[in-house]
Each structure stands twice: as C-alpha cells, then as structure tokens.
C-alpha cells in the first residue's frame, strides 16, 4: 500500500513513515499542503490511502481535504489531529475525511482505522494474491511459496506485490523505481537491481520453476510457471 503522510511535524512524521513502512508500505511524507499537492500530482491514483494533520503550515489541512475531494481524489483520508473538538470532528468528517483520529494515539488502534477505512471503501477488493504457488496475504502480510512462508524485508514485499498485480509484464527499472521508491534515488542507481537480486533469491527456490525472470534491455517479469 502507497500511503501519503501530510504532517508537518518531524517527530511524528518519521514515527508514522518508520512504523507504516515496518507494517509493509511505502510512505511518503509532505510537510505542507503546497508539498501534499505536489506529491498528489506526482503519484496520483498510485495512493492508496491519506494521513492528513489539520495544522498546517500556510494552509489549514481541512481546506486541503476539500480541494482533494473537489479535484476528484477518492481514496481514503484519516484525519491525524490534536483537535479533538466535536466541531472539528464534524467539519472534517463533513469535508470528506473517512475517519478521524486524535493525537496522541496508539499505533495499533491507527493500524485497525486504516485497516477499517480501507474495508469500507472497497479497498483492497483482494485479500490474496496468487501466481502459482506464489501467494500473498495482502491482511496478515504473509507470503508463501509452496506452502513455505517467505520472510520479506518491507521494500521486498512492495516490490513483489508490484510484480504479481502485474503477471507476465515486463516492468521496467524506471517503473518499479516509481511505484517502490517514488524516484527517491537516482536514476543512475542499481537499487531496483539489488532488491530483484534479494526477491530473486527468495522467491525463485531450489527445485521449483523459477518465478522472477530478467528481460534484457527491458526490466524484469513475473512469469507463471504454467506459461513456460
């Protein structure tokens, strides 16, 4: 999951992005609603969820919120807040936030919202994904390969989600660089590399049909062994 973390804060920013992101998801944080609406430009249906803090710098996150909802984006918007005033719930709610939760929180009771928000939404409308003898627990994020449990570095778990949404694409470096890191790194590194060299040697196992496959000049492919 592809969250996007609009808070101004840098304590709690880097607690949400370290804690979101040990649960499996990528994040990315924007400081302000000037940032928040470059990164919306930039990723845009790609998101799949929004933390939104009201506090922010320049602009108020409610109205932010509106201008969201107004442009057309649809996934789901907790509010994060230190406003716990019934008026400020009502507003926000009212603006078209899915939840609302005040600071401070516990992360498990987060977790459980976003979980809650994305079931309400319709989101994910799998709860499994399987290639093969490849399977993904998009809910208890466990993956399996011939009934062997996969243990997954957060990055990895993107990454291969990324490659079985998509079966038999060939996903080139720049599009899972996009989709894993946002372009975080530059173009000239080897980083996509690595990480298929790590997800290769976990998922392509001894005496199985290899999974993960290099398309030279092209990118990299999840290829179901039933397709040759």
Known sequence: MQVLVVEDDPKI?????????????????????EDSRRWLAALGSQLDLVLLDLGLPGEDGTELLRSMRAGGFAAPIIIVTARDAVRDKVTGLDAGANDYITKPFAFDELLARIRAVRRSAGQPAQTELVVGDLRLDLLTKVAQRGGRQIELAPREWVMLELFMRHPRQVLSRTQILSNVWHYSFEPGSNVVDVYVGYLRR???LPGLAPLIQTVRGAGYRLQPPSSG
């Open 13 to 33: 920013a880097l607690f949400l992005e370290r804690g979101l992101g040990a649960e499996g998801h990528v994040v990315t944080v924007a400081g302000s609603a």
């Open 202 to 204: 976990k998922i392509n």
